[in-house]
């Protein structure tokens, strides 16, 4: 069993940065990828990053590619995204999420556990 917090969202100046931190609880949660998705009210959900169990393999959205970065330290139990150069596009409640399948790492099916989500709002 894994439990998620999400944290750092907030209000931001289009062109600002945010980082955010998902912090998990649970013996094994090295033994996961862990994948940020994004979601807007009336919208499905849509992935943005991954990251695998050791950090040595990442996938990130084509339009968050050199904007975004994810990473993980398994011995704080914490995966972050970095989001540079915030768009007003990337306004959302961004959600982390712990799975197993690399192979099907941009689906939402793919994982197990969910955090409640961080509202990030970019302003034009």
């Known amino acids: 069993q894994v439990q998620l917090v999400e944290s750092g969202g907030g209000l931001v100046q289009a062109g600002g940065s945010l980082r955010l931190s998902c912090a998990a609880s649970g013996r094994t949660f090295s033994n996961y990828i862990v994948g940020w998705f994004r979601q807007v009210l009336g919208k499905e959900r849509e992935f943005v990053a991954a990251?695998?169990?050791?950090?040595?393999?990442?996938n990130h959205l084509d339009s968050v590619k050199g904007r975004f970065t994810i990473s993980r330290d398994n011995a704080k139990k914490t995966v972050y995204l970095q989001m540079n150069s915030l768009r007003p596009e990337d306004t959302a409640v961004y959600f982390c999420?712990?799975?197993?399948?690399?192979?099907?790492?941009?689906?939402?099916?793919?994982?197990?556990?969910w955090g409640q989500g961080t509202q990030v709002t970019v302003s034009s």
């Open positions: 999420a712990a799975g197993s399948k690399w192979a099907a790492v941009g689906s939402p099916r793919t994982y197990n556990y």
């Open positions: 990251i695998s169990w050791n950090g040595g393999r990442t």
